[in-house]
């Protein structure tokens, strides 16, 4: 029997319903293999298996046929593609587990595979965030928090930004059309600010207007 371990949720990506006025704008999750090349590093540690494997026949080639020392050099590639391997199937496996979702008033993550946790950042907590992309148009969306909001980089890992470690910045990672997804956070959050300080002037008293006459 399959089991969906988020069929609790009533709406993909966030543990309760939308409160009423809030809309999702844009909901989406990491590229797996933009994932595993940006946050899981699969490039150098392929690079690093393959420098061993060549310091290896190098080193025998002077002693034995280079059939022989190719031979004993093989280990290490097989050890490379074990890994290569595990980083794959961890990037499938956070890929599948994580939901970025951005609505008119805040930012999602439902993040985490053995442990699920999912961080609500308002608008109003967002003091920046930071675009970086790739040629190909997928990129990372680093977010700034103000005050005194603190994340562990242990429970946000990979989904945060690289060596961030004293202010940990919560990151959607390796997201496809990043720079359109930029857009529609910028707009989403200007406005929600804008809408917000309206009210906020709103509710001021016109005490110009609230003096008592002098008899």
């Given at each position: 029997?399959?089991?969906?371990d988020f069929q609790?949720e009533?709406?993909?990506?966030?543990p309760?319903h939308?409160?009423?006025?809030e809309?999702?704008?844009?909901?989406?999750?990491?590229?797996?293999?933009?994932?595993?090349?940006d946050?899981?590093?699969f490039?150098?540690v392929?690079?690093?298996?393959?420098?061993l494997?060549?310091?290896?026949?190098?080193?025998a080639i002077?002693m034995m046929?280079?059939?022989?020392?190719?031979?004993?050099s093989?280990?290490f590639?097989i050890?490379?593609?074990?890994?290569?391997?595990?980083l794959?199937?961890?990037?499938?496996?956070?890929a599948?587990?994580?939901?970025?979702?951005?609505?008119n008033?805040?930012?999602?993550?439902?993040?985490?595979?053995?442990?699920?946790?999912?961080l609500?950042?308002?608008?109003?907590?967002?003091e920046?965030a930071?675009l970086?992309?790739?040629?190909?148009?997928?990129?990372?969306?680093a977010?700034?928090?103000?005050?005194?909001?603190?994340?562990?980089?242990l429970v946000?890992?990979?989904?945060?930004?690289p060596?961030?470690?004293?202010?940990?910045?919560?990151c959607?990672r390796?997201?496809?059309?990043a720079?359109?997804?930029?857009?529609i956070l910028?707009?989403?959050?200007?406005?929600?600010?804008t809408?917000?300080?309206?009210k906020?002037q709103?509710?001021?008293?016109?005490f110009a207007?609230?003096?008592?006459?002098?008899?």
């Amino acid at each position: 029997m399959s089991h969906d371990d988020f069929q609790i949720e009533p709406i993909p990506g966030l543990p309760e319903h939308l409160p009423q006025g809030e809309e999702i704008l844009w909901q989406g999750r990491p590229n797996i293999w933009a994932l595993t090349k940006d946050a899981l590093n699969f490039r150098w540690v392929m690079g690093y298996f393959a420098l061993l494997a060549g310091w290896r026949f190098v080193s025998a080639i002077d002693m034995m046929p280079a059939a022989r020392a190719a031979a004993i050099s093989t280990p290490f590639l097989i050890m490379g593609a074990i890994v290569g391997a595990l980083l794959m199937i961890t990037a499938v496996i956070q890929a599948r587990c994580t939901v970025y979702t951005i609505t008119n008033k805040r930012v999602a993550m439902r993040i985490g595979a053995a442990l699920t946790v999912t961080l609500n950042i308002p608008f109003s907590q967002l003091e920046n965030a930071a675009l970086g992309l790739t040629k190909r148009g997928q990129g990372n969306i680093a977010l700034m928090t103000k005050g005194d909001t603190r994340f562990s980089f242990l429970v946000l890992w990979p989904h945060a930004r690289p060596w961030q470690f004293a202010r940990t910045q919560p990151c959607l990672r390796a997201i496809d059309d990043a720079q359109q997804v930029a857009d529609i956070l910028a707009s989403a959050a200007q406005s929600s600010i804008t809408k917000q300080t309206v009210k906020t002037q709103a509710a001021q008293p016109d005490f110009a207007h609230s003096h008592p006459q002098a008899s």
